[in-house]
């Protein structure tokens, strides 16, 4: 079968992380990627994930700067669909191949600028390096949060018991104070899954518009959208259930070292499970309670839950020490509670389970022969996805690529009116999903304009009263059904018949016994795009409860990110992309379907999890054929950087961070510093740091040409009073009827002709149920009966 985007045709001009990963993204499901290199090849080829992220793709060599390999390029323009770019903000303008020409040129070309900061004035000419941008932007800080958490830091409140002693090892994050650096980069992948987004959003508008035009996204706007749920400003911070203890940075995040000396996450940290299996010679489920929702002893997420997990942890590091990690993986399994192991990203590539799915593959690669790595990320059942060839040498398919191009510049083409609507205007999404992983792709789908109507239960309030479903409702409407009764399924499936998505991260079992799988939805409308996100694979674990925690533990995420290599502790990331990764891969997926729907008339079911967002955020791995590890660096047990000239460094009264990667860099820094170049090492640069304030460091840095940034933890407080991201739409102001004002991110994705919309805040679960019955034919009488017999319900919410 052929997949989704065959026929369309991508000119990579991007380098680092996000281009690259976007185009692999691409290239997976049927795009033509061409990647145009400067003489001598991408600078960065040699850097981690490259041997895993230009697979599948053909190499052209062309230098910009040259008239003729310039309108060699204008010429490979006129027969593409899109030209994916990551410049530094002006760079393309001075080639004179800016979007206005590009479009001038092909008006039916999509182009997409992936940059550090986007426009924002006061940042846009920085250096966009990763750690550079997370230090810049408070990323860094936020890992692992504040005392008290999100909700008390954004609004200026003193922690919540600010003197509670915690147990030692409770604490998340290397024992020192101050920013924590990742070896996951996480704004360049949140840039890679919006870029993806948006040029999948682009492509499917020109269907109806017959115009192409320019997405523009950022590594800030990855920050925004990787802080949905920490970076919002409210106007009643202490309404019911809206805080939690989940950020508080003294919070633990169900780490635990087990006999054998492996590590286990069970989250959310259930002190029944543990104690009572522990509570012998041999390990055995012993509670007696059948599911976790009914277990008396699970932690709520109030904040002042937080003081029985202190209580509690001691005992439970005693209790998992007694027996294996395989026998708590057995346990856990039975007794239905989230605790999966913590592997290497090596050893999630030797899974069976994930190979036979095709989560990860064995690809061919010019220099290291057969390499193993993340594969297929998200299915489409009709048009699926395949790695269509191995890395290229660097311009191993220019004189076959130039031979094929157009000769000559065409006339003047003619461009159809420009018609103002978003990209996905028009497009109903039912949302039956749970938590953050399902509710966060029909977000970003709400964002480009999708009418999304969520899909509430009796049981949701409770839910949806937390500060982190605020992250992932926003832009939707409510309607309350009881699903298990037959006259909310009636409801329910008079809205499937009229819709053209519907998305769900149900376990496949709770959808069967609802009848919302799809064989039974597909009865009531055979044009639907069905959406199901699971936690883990289609085998062994495919019942297994899932979430952002556990999988990106299974993926080798936060095996990484706790620098375990040398000796560190796994480490939850407070910007983690398991949840809204699978999220993001939903949507991609969805859009994707929809352009298919739309050029074909055939439907079709999407597919993803979050075990494969974590393979993608965790890609820079591989396996050589004799089963090693591709060199990589890795971070060190104190989370402090990749080396040397990659990190972080306290200054006399924060934090600084540089990234020094190439050769002038490193001249540049040994001039600042007085320090030998071949001596630029962390014992010789950490006094010289020390010695100096955090402004004297940055001045005689930057002005002697080092790329440098100084950690900002409080750039989350300020947002919303910047006048520059309200001009440019990076964040909303909105009203809500229990919050009051709702302050929020804004426009994470920017196209120049479909602009999308953000309709409005997250909706009390119920808010519009008698809007929304009214709009599919239900008179209020009807409406009364319904609600009376709580098949449906109205805005309800915790008091």
């Given at each position: 079968?052929?997949?989704?985007?065959?026929?369309?045709?991508?000119?990579?001009?991007?380098?680092?992380?996000?281009?690259?990963?976007?185009?692999?993204?691409?290239?997976?499901?049927?795009?033509?990627?061409?990647?145009?290199?400067?003489?001598?090849?991408?600078?960065?080829?040699?850097?981690?994930?490259?041997?895993?992220?230009?697979?599948?793709?053909?190499?052209?060599?062309?230098?910009?700067?040259?008239?003729?390999?310039?309108?060699?390029?204008?010429?490979?323009?006129?027969?593409?669909?899109?030209?994916?770019?990551?410049?530094?903000p002006g760079t393309m303008a001075g080639l004179d191949l800016d979007a206005e020409t590009l479009?001038?040129?092909?008006?039916?070309?999509?182009?997409?600028?992936?940059?550090?900061?986007?426009?924002?004035?006061?940042?846009?000419?920085?250096?966009?390096?990763?750690?550079?941008?997370?230090?810049?932007?408070?990323?860094?800080?936020?890992?692992?949060?504040?005392?008290?958490?999100?909700?008390?830091?954004?609004?200026?409140?003193?922690?919540?018991?600010?003197?509670?002693?915690?147990?030692?090892?409770?604490?998340?994050?290397?024992?020192?104070?101050?920013?924590?650096?990742?070896?996951?980069?996480?704004?360049?992948?949140?840039?890679?899954?919006?870029?993806?987004?948006?040029?999948?959003?682009?492509?499917?508008?020109?269907?109806?518009?017959?115009?192409?035009?320019?997405?523009?996204?950022?590594?800030?706007?990855?920050?925004?959208?990787?802080?949905?749920?920490?970076?919002?400003?409210?106007?009643?911070?202490?309404?019911?259930?809206?805080?939690?203890?989940?950020?508080?940075?003294?919070?633990?995040?169900?780490?635990?070292?087990?006999?054998?000396?492996?590590?286990?996450?069970?989250?959310?940290?259930?002190?029944?499970?543990?104690?009572?299996?522990?509570?012998?010679?041999?390990?055995?489920?012993?509670?007696?309670?059948?599911?976790?929702?009914?277990?008396?002893?699970?932690?709520?997420?109030?904040?002042?839950?937080?003081?029985?997990?202190?209580?509690?942890?001691?005992?439970?590091?005693?209790?998992?020490?007694?027996?294996p990690s395989d026998q708590w993986v057995t346990a856990a399994a039975e007794a239905g509670v989230?605790?999966?192991?913590?592997?290497?990203?090596?050893?999630?590539?030797?899974?069976?389970?994930?190979?036979?799915?095709?989560?990860?593959?064995?690809?061919?690669?010019?220099?290291?022969?057969?390499?193993?790595?993340?594969?297929?990320?998200?299915?489409?059942?009709?048009?699926?996805?395949?790695?269509?060839?191995?890395?290229?040498?660097?311009?191993?398919?220019?004189?076959?690529?130039?031979?094929?191009?157009?000769a000559g510049a065409r006339g003047a083409p003619a461009v159809p009116a420009r018609v103002e609507?978003?990209?996905?205007?028009?497009?109903?999404?039912?949302?039956?999903?749970?938590?953050?992983?399902?509710?966060?792709?029909?977000?970003?789908?709400?964002?480009?304009?999708?009418?999304?109507?969520?899909?509430?239960?009796?049981?949701?309030?409770?839910?949806?009263?937390?500060?982190?479903?605020?992250?992932?409702?926003?832009?939707?409407?409510?309607?309350?059904?009881?699903?298990?009764?037959?006259?909310?399924?009636?409801?329910?499936?008079?809205?499937?018949?009229?819709?053209?998505?519907?998305?769900?991260?149900?376990?496949?079992?709770?959808?069967?016994?609802?009848?919302?799988?799809?064989?039974?939805?597909?009865?009531?409308?055979?044009?639907?795009?069905?959406?199901?996100?699971?936690?883990?694979?289609?085998?062994?674990?495919?019942?297994?409860?899932?979430?952002?925690?556990?999988?990106?533990?299974?993926?080798?995420?936060?095996?990484?990110?706790?620098?375990?290599?040398?000796?560190?502790?796994?480490?939850?990331?407070?910007?983690?992309?398991?949840?809204?990764?699978?999220?993001?891969?939903?949507?991609?997926?969805?859009?994707?379907?929809?352009?298919?729907?739309?050029?074909?008339?055939?439907?079709?079911?999407?597919?993803?999890?979050?075990?494969?967002?974590?393979?993608?955020?965790?890609?820079?791995?591989?396996?050589?054929?004799?089963?090693?590890?591709?060199?990589?660096?890795?971070?060190?047990?104190?989370?402090?950087?990749?080396?040397?000239?990659?990190?972080?460094?306290?200054?006399?009264?924060?934090?600084?961070?540089?990234?020094?990667?190439?050769?002038?860099?490193?001249?540049?820094?040994?001039?600042?510093?007085?320090?030998?170049?071949?001596?630029?090492?962390?014992?010789?640069?950490?006094?010289?740091?020390?010695?100096?304030?955090?402004?004297?460091?940055?001045?005689?840095?930057?002005?002697?040409?080092?790329?440098?940034?100084?950690?900002?933890?409080?750039?989350?407080?300020?947002?919303?009073?910047?006048?520059?991201?309200?001009?440019?739409?990076?964040?909303?102001?909105?009203?809500?009827?229990?919050?009051?004002?709702?302050?929020?991110?804004?426009?994470?994705?920017?196209?120049?002709?479909?602009?999308?919309?953000?309709?409005?805040?997250?909706?009390?679960?119920?808010?519009?149920?008698?809007?929304?019955?009214?709009?599919?034919?239900?008179?209020?009488?009807?409406?009364?009966?319904?609600?009376?017999?709580?098949?449906?319900?109205?805005?309800?919410?915790?008091?």
């Amino acid at each position: 079968m052929a997949s989704v985007l065959d026929g369309v045709r991508v000119l990579d001009l991007s380098w680092g992380i996000a281009g690259p990963i976007t185009g692999m993204l691409l290239a997976d499901h049927g795009a033509d990627v061409v990647k145009v290199e400067p003489p001598g090849g991408d600078p960065f080829r040699r850097s981690p994930g490259y041997d895993v992220w230009l697979r599948g793709r053909r190499s052209v060599v062309l230098d910009l700067k040259q008239a003729g390999d310039r309108d060699r390029f204008l010429a490979l323009v006129d027969d593409a669909d899109v030209v994916l770019e990551s410049f530094s903000p002006g760079t393309m303008a001075g080639l004179d191949l800016d979007a206005e020409t590009l479009l001038g040129r092909n008006p039916r070309v999509v182009v997409c600028s992936i940059t550090g900061y986007g426009p924002h004035t006061a940042h846009r000419d920085r250096p966009g390096y990763e750690a550079l941008v997370a230090a810049r932007l408070g990323i860094l800080d936020v890992q692992r949060s504040e005392y008290g958490g999100a909700v008390p830091h954004i609004h200026g409140e003193e922690p919540f018991l600010p003197d509670l002693e915690i147990p030692e090892g409770m604490a998340p994050g290397a024992p020192r104070d101050g920013p924590i650096f990742t070896y996951t980069p996480w704004l360049s992948m949140g840039a890679a899954f919006l870029a993806t987004t948006g040029i999948n959003a682009a492509l499917f508008a020109r269907e109806h518009t017959g115009r192409g035009q320019h997405v523009e996204t950022s590594l800030l706007q990855a920050a925004l959208s990787a802080t949905a749920s920490k970076w919002q400003r409210v106007g009643r911070p202490d309404a019911v259930g809206y805080r939690s203890w989940v950020y508080d940075r003294r919070a633990p995040k169900g780490f635990f070292r087990c006999a054998d000396g492996r590590w286990i996450q069970q989250w959310v940290p259930n002190p029944r499970f543990t104690l009572s299996s522990a509570d012998g010679d041999t390990l055995h489920v012993r509670r007696d309670v059948d599911r976790v929702l009914d277990d008396p002893d699970r932690i709520p997420p109030d904040p002042e839950s937080i003081v029985i997990l202190a209580h509690y942890f001691p005992e439970m590091v005693e209790a998992f020490a007694k027996f294996p990690s395989d026998q708590w993986v057995t346990a856990a399994a039975e007794a239905g509670v989230p605790l999966q192991p913590v592997r290497t990203p090596e050893e999630a590539l030797q899974d069976p389970a994930l190979l036979a799915e095709g989560a990860v593959v064995d690809v061919e690669h010019p220099e290291h022969g057969t390499l193993r790595q993340a594969g297929i990320l998200y299915g489409l059942s009709r048009t699926p996805g395949a790695v269509h060839g191995p890395v290229p040498r660097v311009g191993q398919h220019t004189d076959d690529v130039l031979g094929a191009s157009s000769a000559g510049a065409r006339g003047a083409p003619a461009v159809p009116a420009r018609v103002e609507r978003a990209p996905l205007e028009g497009i109903t999404v039912l949302d039956i999903g749970f938590a953050v992983a399902g509710p966060f792709g029909t977000q970003v789908l709400a964002d480009l304009g999708a009418n999304v109507i969520k899909v509430n239960a009796w049981r949701d309030p409770w839910w949806h009263a937390q500060h982190i479903a605020y992250g992932a409702n926003r832009g939707k409407r409510s309607i309350g059904i009881d699903l298990k009764t037959p006259e909310g399924r009636t409801v329910f499936h008079r809205l499937v018949a009229a819709a053209d998505v519907v998305h769900s991260n149900m376990r496949r079992n709770a959808l069967r016994r609802l009848k919302c799988d799809e064989a039974s939805l597909r009865d009531v409308n055979p044009d639907i795009i069905y959406c199901h996100t699971r936690g883990f694979d289609r085998g062994p674990r495919s019942d297994s409860p899932g979430n952002d925690q556990t999988g990106c533990s299974l993926a080798g995420v936060t095996w990484e990110d706790g620098g375990c290599w040398d000796g560190g502790k796994p480490f939850w990331s407070l910007t983690s992309l398991g949840d809204t990764g699978n999220g993001f891969l939903s949507a991609i997926g969805v859009i994707q379907a929809l352009y298919h729907r739309a050029r074909t008339g055939e439907a079709q079911s999407v597919d993803t999890s979050i075990l494969n967002a974590g393979l993608l955020v965790a890609s820079m791995a591989a396996l050589e054929p004799d089963g090693t590890a591709l060199p990589r660096p890795h971070l060190d047990r104190m989370q402090l950087g990749l080396g040397p000239r990659y990190r972080l460094y306290q200054t006399a009264d924060g934090w600084a961070c540089v990234a020094a990667v190439t050769d002038a860099h490193r001249g540049a820094l040994a001039a600042a510093t007085g320090i030998d170049v071949d001596a630029l090492h962390a014992s010789h640069l950490e006094p010289w740091f020390r010695a100096r304030t955090g402004a004297d460091a940055f001045a005689t840095l930057n002005d002697a040409g080092v790329p440098v940034e100084l950690c900002d933890s409080d750039f989350g407080r300020r947002l919303f009073d910047d006048p520059e991201m309200d001009a440019h739409e990076l964040v909303v102001h909105q009203q809500h009827p229990k919050l009051g004002s709702f302050e929020h991110f804004g426009k994470t994705i920017h196209f120049s002709d479909t602009p999308g919309r953000i309709w409005g805040p997250p909706p009390v679960c119920g808010q519009h149920t008698r809007e929304i019955m009214q709009e599919y034919g239900f008179e209020d009488a009807e409406i009364d009966k319904l609600v009376e017999a709580r098949a449906v319900f109205e805005e309800h919410w915790v008091e």
